[in-house]
């Protein structure tokens, strides 16, 4: 099945990767800053603490390691992290989707890769969906299982998914800085 971000032409994509790269930036620095006060000695990772905390039992402490404003801090953070897999799956969807055509140019391993990364970030975000939803259920008050080990498990895939993207779109980079597109491919 075709990837919904190749219905974008070549240059469109690059164009549409940087505005959301940029968007992604914008989004986590915001969510940074609201989430300062989350950081606590039984929280060091603040919200991602929480996100993988999968017990009860320390999702409670950790939860009991904020104050009121921080909890309303963590609730505006989920709340914000409703829009955000949108944009980090399209952005970094994208990326791998070019990078992909960067190393299938240069006749280099793994370019076949990125459309598969794009669509894993599909099943990211779809994780990053459900982790929030049993964080939510947490914040309201229900910190019992299975909620913790949802979030947690779906934390895990999601950051595994991000991270080899990430790795994949830094893989392209380099490639296209040091290697030149072999004869007879279009560039």
Partial sequence: MRHPLLCLQAE???KAFIIL????IVIMLVMNLIGAPLTTT?????????????TPSRAEDILSSWNPDSQLRAAFIQGLDFLFPLVY???L?????????VLLERRK??????????WALVVAAAC???EN?????????????????IAGICALLKFSVIIIAIIHILYGLVVRLTTRPVAGNAT
């Fill in 133 to 149: 939803i049993a964080l939510v259920t947490e914040l309201f008050g229900k910190v019992i299982s299975p909620y913790p080990q």
């Fill in 93 to 101: 969807g994208l990326g791998c989707i070019l990078a992909g055509r």
């Fill in 128 to 130: 990053d969906y459900l």
């Fill in 12 to 14: 469109d994509q690059k």
């Fill in 21 to 24: 790269l940029s968007l992604t």
């Fill in 42 to 54: 039984t929280a060091p990772a603040g919200i991602v603490s929480f996100e993988l905390a999968f």
């Fill in 89 to 91: 799956s399209a952005a």
């Fill in 109 to 118: 391993p793994l370019a076949t890769w990125g459309r598969i990364l794009a």
